[in-house]
């Protein structure tokens, strides 16, 4: 099933979506739109399940991908779209590891999970962590860890940005521990 079918994608990032997206076969049928947000609270992008997606089934949910059109670095804001493409296409995989683990969960359970993700502090460690997992388990790495190390060696991006990633996500040395895990198990 082609892609343009099942995701809406605005033309000004369709290839880089669709990079993220090819390393995610399996939602090659999963309704997903990426849309862009005039800003997003803490964050710059955002996956979640459509509302009315949670009187469906689990295979017939449908997603949002929402983008922030700007974030800040320091006191300046930049456009989301001027990100370079490699951590553009970071960061739109790690949002497709949350769809991933949002698939494997009942209806219940992921508003049991979007509630412990408001309150919570671990279950949003527990969550960042899990969308970085799976991005690395389709072979992402590479993209993850130009992200990671472009906020985190970026000189003009708050040192309160960086403690967030820091605290939240995956670092660098943990995800190539993953890799190693994943290449010993594939060498089996």
């Known amino acids: 099933m082609p892609l343009d079918s099942q995701h809406k994608i605005p033309n000004s990032i369709k290839s880089n979506v669709e990079t993220a997206l090819s390393f995610y076969p399996q939602l090659n049928s999963t ?12 964050s ?3 996956a979640q399940p ?3 997606s949670f009187f469906r089934s689990r295979k017939n949910r449908r997603y949002v991908i929402l983008i922030s059109e700007t974030f800040k670095i320091a006191d300046k804001e930049f456009s989301t779209r001027d990100i370079p493409d490699d951590i553009f296409i970071g960061w739109i995989g790690h949002e ?11 209806n219940l359970n992921l508003i049991k999970f979007g509630l412990n ?10 969550a960042e962590r899990t969308a970085d997992s799976f991005a690395v388990a389709h072979g992402m790495e590479t993209y993850i860890l130009k992200t ?3 906020i985190l060696n970026h000189a003009d991006i708050t040192q309160s940005y960086k403690d967030r990633i820091k605290k939240y996500y995956l670092s ?3 995800i190539m ?3 190693q895990a994943r290449n010993e198990k594939n060498s089996d």
């Open 177 to 179: 521990e993953l890799v």
């Open 172 to 174: 660098p040395e943990e």
């Open 96 to 106: 497709l590891g949350h769809i991933t683990d949002y698939q494997t969960r009942s």
């Open 50 to 52: 459509k509302f009315l």
């Open 31 to 42: 309704p997903i739109e990426f849309k862009f947000k005039k800003n997003i609270k803490k």
């Open 117 to 126: 993700y408001l309150f919570s502090e671990s279950s949003i460690v527990e």
């Open 148 to 150: 990671k190390n472009f």
């Open 44 to 46: 710059t992008m955002q």
